[in-house]
């Protein structure tokens, strides 16, 4: 076997992925029709054959497949939005008899990618040194598990710290991934310098590649015996890299010597093979002993020559000139995908771009759909508000006495249909109830959160410097920015409350006449004076600018209709985008579809809005015409007027109502959502904060207790001389205060930017119940459609899509050093 080092994998711990990964895609990223379930459990199983086969030969499979689906799953799912605590060990910290093992726990599914990877460099290594050297598939085979370990070592030095955003272990510490990475180029070097010798290929090229191996070695050990670095080893690293690096300068000599022999340069052959034999010293078996043996004979041979034919002058080591190198070996790229028969557990979810880009044209969509329709909306209404004023059409129909106008009672029986009065009540009664819900969800997060951060500053106060978790105060900055802007919505709605409520106590009275039998109502109603035959003509006018209002409004609803229904399929879209250019333009390819979808409509608003104005000035005209000709309004038409405004009234009131019970529940679901990530964070901080204790815990028992210092000799002869009296009590010394926490930054929300869509979120361990799926808050009615939903909330630029680290180009030939300058100078 080769005799090769092999680095230690890291070891984690099991931690339940399923729950917390299942609830977070189906209350976000997934459809609500969409199961993942078995795709979540799926994921589970090759997490722990991930972990538990290592030792396996076919443990590289086993990891390629779990590492390829924690990519696909970060380019649909923030890695930051997984608040599962992943454990994983330091791979060279052995711990000590009484257990324990240095280790960082890290809620991110980037941090779990990122120790995986480790791993698999680790088993690469160690299936590189238990390849032979006797065949060339076990040489070609090492070299390039080798090529592929060292670039995994600096792929992971050049991210894991963007990663992790804290400090790490020392495994993944930056400077022991880059030694790890030389150490890996410097053994594939090796290989193939054993596959050159082995194929017998020339000496000058044998020797450039055992002279660039040289040279890796000399970096490697270099970094190894940093002072920082040195005691992560096992004791016979150094060692090892030490005698590597005088074998293969010895070798490289050794070639170049055969070199100079061949170009009768005597003298410069026997100085090389002087420090061929002297670096080759000991070598016994393989490719170093067979070089070893040749060395001592060709410099015998050569001695021999020189001293009676050739008498050339034997250079000094110093004065000979570098070996040219030869870089056959690279670190290679991590690839983007390992496994070649990898399936996509995650499939129907969409990336993370397509994802963030509906969303934000589903934004867009509702803004244009919901200005279109506030437009039709308080048209409408101001147009109601003028035929209130102007009793219409009750001023034109024929009464009779104390008879009641058909408009009026028909308005009455459409009153009483819908409830009447109390079913404004119950309605109205709801709001408070919903109200209570929401703000008992959102105080029971923000008290978790406190609760969190109170008893990590009471730790942290009590450790001092040993307590090195991230402070709280850094981590929940963007759930304390949530719960401010809930806060706000929740205020908001409030303050919307009180408007309907105002606009329910103007019109309850005439509310409530309306609501009753024909007869009540008639009997408050003065009677109809008795129409003449010169307002006539005016009655007509008037009746058939009614009709024209009639028909208006009936075109107005299904426009309104029309508009909310208005959908896109722009998913497929982006998808093709995507595929095709490999970016997305989101706001052209939204602006295009949705210009095309809504912009007749559109049109169709605007025509609407202008024949109103024109509708307006006539009937007013024609009315003030009719109250001349009958010598202005009476007591009847003053309350008629109420009556139809109370209708109104009743009519805008009863949707405000509905849609703020809807409003409420969907803010629950908002809510719901947002409690079960601040209940994922906090028993992630939990699990780390046990593990830590564990771990300071056990470093105390390890640690030797500290001989109390021997009292000043005073104190000693005062104890002798008063023996009865008791000695003082210490002081109790108040604990230190906590650090303030950390100024907040902005930050993107982790929650849905669009709601809806996706049903109830349920919490761990319920069984599914049968929640309404809920469409998205609209925007629609006044006075809800000013609150600030979280759709309308800038978002953060999206997340760049997971990419293979690029390698910079290799580096320049070395240059030739100073004259005079001796690298093998004899001690």
């Known amino acids: 076997m080769a005799d090769l080092l092999s680095v230690p994998y890291k070891k984690s711990s099991d931690v339940d992925i399923s729950k917390p990964l299942l609830n977070l895609i189906q209350s976000t990223y997934a459809d609500s029709s969409d199961d993942y379930s078995d795709a979540v459990n799926e994921l589970h199983k090759l997490r722990t054959q991930a972990i538990w086969k290592l030792f396996e030969k076919s443990s590289l499979e086993v990891i390629y497949s779990y590492y390829d689906q924690l990519v696909a799953l970060e380019k649909k799912i923030p890695p930051q939005e997984v608040q599962i605590p992943f454990k994983w060990k330091d791979a060279f910290d052995k711990g000590s008899l009484f257990g324990g093992r240095m280790s960082l726990t890290v809620s991110s599914l980037e941090y779990e990618r ?16 238990q390849q032979t050297l006797e065949t060339e598939d076990s040489l070609k085979l090492a070299a390039k598990l080798l090529q592929q370990s060292a670039g995994i070592f600096a792929y992971l030095k050049a991210n894991v710290m963007m990663a992790v955003h804290r400090e790490t272990t020392p495994d993944l510490n930056p400077e022991t991934l880059h030694v790890l990475s030389q150490l890996m180029l410097a053994q594939a070097q090796e290989v193939i310098a054993y596959k050159c010798i082995r194929d017998e290929m020339k000496e000058y090229m044998v020797a450039k590649v055992c002279s660039q191996c040289e040279e890796l070695y000399t970096d490697a050990l270099r970094g190894l015996q940093k002072q920082t670095l040195r005691p992560l080893w096992d004791s016979e690293w150094i060692p090892h890299v030490q005698s590597k690096l005088n074998a293969f300068r010895g070798l490289a000599q050794y070639y ?27 070598r016994q078996g393989g490719p170093l002993g067979d070089a070893a043996l040749r060395a001592t004979r060709a410099l015998a041979a050569a001695t021999r020559d020189n001293d009676f034919i050739y008498h050339e002058r034997v250079p000094e080591a110093r004065a000979l000139d570098p070996i040219p190198r030869a870089p056959v070996a690279q670190a290679l790229p991590v690839p983007e995908r390992f496994s070649s028969a990898h399936r996509d557990l995650f499939e129907k979810l969409v990336p993370m771009a397509v994802h963030q880009a509906l969303h934000a ?22 147009l109601n508000s003028i035929l209130a004023s102007l009793n219409l059409p009750a001023c034109i129909e024929s009464g009779g006495g104390s008879g009641l106008p058909e408009s009026i009672r028909s308005k009455a029986a459409a009153v009483r249909a819908a409830g009447g009065l109390p079913a404004l009540q119950r309605l109205m009664a709801e709001l408070p109830e919903l109200l209570q819900r929401n703000r008992e969800i959102l105080s029971e997060a923000e008290r978790m959160l406190r609760e969190e951060e109170e008893g990590d500053a009471s730790l942290r106060a009590q450790f001092g410097a040993r307590w090195t978790r991230t402070p709280s105060a850094q981590l929940t900055e963007t759930f304390r920015a949530n719960a401010a802007k809930y806060t706000q919505i929740i205020d908001n709605a409030v303050r919307a409350d009180d408007i309907v409520q105002q606009k329910f106590r103007t019109h309850k009275d005439s509310i409530e006449m309306l609501g009753r039998s024909e007869g009540e109502i008639g009997a408050d109603v003065p009677d109809a004076p008795t129409a003449g035959a010169p307002d006539s003509a005016h009655v007509a006018t008037l009746r058939r600018l009614c009709d024209k209002v009639s028909a208006v409004k009936a075109e107005r609803d299904a426009l309104e209709s029309e508009l909310k229904s208005a959908t896109v399929d722009l998913r497929a879209k982006f998808l093709e985008a995507l595929a095709a250019d490999g970016a997305l333009d989101e706001p052209a390819t939204s602006a295009a579809a949705l210009g095309a979808a809504l912009a007749p409509l559109q049109r169709r608003v605007a025509d609407t809005l202008q024949q109103q104005d024109q509708l307006v000035a006539d009937l007013q005209e024609a009315h003030s015409a009719l109250m001349a000709a009958r010598g202005g309004a009476s007591g009847r038409d003053e309350i008629l007027g109420k009556l139809c405004a109370a209708h109104d009234a009743y009519q805008d009131l009863t949707g405000n109502l509905k849609e703020g019970v809807k409003f409420y529940n969907d803010l629950t679901q908002l809510l719901v959502a947002f409690q079960n990530k601040v209940s994922d964070f906090c028993f992630a901080r939990k699990t780390e904060k046990e593990e830590l204790m564990k771990d300071l815990t056990q470093e105390a028992a390890r640690s030797p207790p500290r001989p109390a210092p021997a009292p000043p000799q005073h104190h000693a002869d005062a104890a002798a001389a008063a023996d009865d009296i008791e000695p003082p ?43 309404p799926v809920y469409a998205p808050m609209p925007a629609l009615y006044n006075p809800y459609a000013t609150l600030p939903y979280p759709h309308h909330v800038r978002a953060q630029p999206p997340p760049q899509p997971y990419q293979p680290y690029q390698y910079p180009p290799p580096q320049q030939p070395y240059a030739p050093p100073p004259p005079g300058y001796n690298p093998y100078q004899q001690q």
């Open 114 to 129: 990122m120790c995986i990877l480790f791993n698999i460099a680790a088993v690469m290594s160690s299936q590189a040194s």
């Open 361 to 382: 044209s589903e934004a867009r969509r509702s803004e244009i759909v919901n200005a279109e329709i506030n437009k039709l909306r308080e048209a409408t209404q101001l």
């Open 256 to 282: 170049q010597g055969m070199v100079c022999h061949s170009q009768k340069a005597v003298g410069e052959e026997i100085a090389r093979l002087q420090i061929a034999v002297e670096a080759l010293k000991g």
């Open 729 to 771: 009590v210490a002081a109790k010394r108040a604990p230190p205060r906590p650090p303030p926490p950390a100024a907040a930054q902005p930050s993107a929300l982790p929650y849905p930017t669009q709601p809806g869509g996706t049903g109830m979120p349920l919490p761990y361990g319920a069984a599914p119940a049968p929640y």
